[in-house]
């Protein structure tokens, strides 16, 4: 029997995990999910990404839900084009964070919000080549305004400072979040590249910021009664801890296989669009 008093959040990472080896949307997902979510089911992502990009790859996929952006620094209302509660870094726990990243010679991205809704992105000195397609691939973008080496991003603290971003050497950047983790103002992810396992991200947030905690507030804010999650790299653990239904792609790395409590196909094969298909219809 189908139980009609659920409401259930389902919530999907999208690197690895809704986009394919292509790093897109599937036509036969975007279909899928399209076509629920007319039909009322409350289907979101939850990713590192800013709405700048999510946008462009959810352009063919209809989602009413708000998308968790940024790790979970804020969501992002897709209809009305606007962040929802943003959580911004403590001001005096700046300083001290980029002079860890400048000793261990990286130099990060540093994402501001704006009262206008803008993200600016300030870069000041050499980027490496990962940095470098980091910052080609996404300069066009609306939603999001690179700043490169201008006196306005030397300045620091910076109003507004969302998130602190750095790709490099795993070692190098594994080294710089153990530091960073000692600060209790800080919130730190740090973790592989999905296709070259050589290289980390890391991004440092204001305390308490994940996507478990966003997790939290969304399905407070929309009435779920259960939440459906899934995940493929250590960023998801967190939001997998506090769902009932937590879900690995095949291709997820082994921390993530280990904690879900189920596991589906590769994300090579819209199986989280079919997975979430398959518990809606069941209800």
């Known amino acids: 029997m189908k139980n009609i008093l659920e409401k259930r959040l389902f919530i999907s990472d999208m690197d690895g995990t809704l986009l394919g080896s292509d790093s897109k949307v599937s036509a036969e997902s975007a279909e899928i999910i399209s076509r629920l979510s007319h039909e009322g089911a409350m289907i979101t992502v939850a990713t590192a990404r800013t709405p700048a990009t999510v946008e462009v790859l959810l352009e063919d996929t209809f989602t009413s839900v708000p998308a968790i952006v940024l790790t979970g620094a804020a969501m992002w209302d897709r209809e009305k084009q606007r962040y929802i509660k943003p959580v911004f870094h403590i001001l005096q726990a700046l300083p001290p964070m980029m002079d860890v990243f400048h000793e261990s010679g990286i130099n990060p991205f540093i994402y501001v919000l704006g009262d206008d809704g803008m993200l600016r992105v300030y870069h000041n000195g050499e980027m490496n080549r990962h940095e470098r397609k980091f910052y080609v691939e996404r300069q066009y973008l609306g939603l999001k305004k690179f700043i490169l080496d201008s006196s306005e991003g030397e300045e620091c603290p910076i109003p507004g400072t969302i998130l602190v971003f750095a790709m490099g050497h795993y070692g190098s950047i594994e080294s710089v979040a153990e530091k960073l983790r000692m600060d209790s103002r800080l919130s730190v992810s740090c973790y592989r590249d999905i296709f070259n396992h050589d290289i980390a991200y890391i991004e440092v947030f204001g305390a308490g910021v994940s996507k478990s905690a966003a997790v939290k507030k969304l399905a407070e804010m929309v009435g779920a009664t259960a939440i459906t999650v899934y995940g493929d790299n250590l960023n998801d653990l967190s939001m997998m801890e506090i ?18 409590n189920r596991h589906i196909g590769p994300n090579t094969e819209s199986s989280v669009a079919h997975d979430i298909q398959n518990v809606y219809e069941s209800r």
């Open 243 to 260: 769902a009932d239904d937590s879900v690995a792609v095949a291709n997820a790395v082994p921390a993530v296989l280990e904690r879900a």
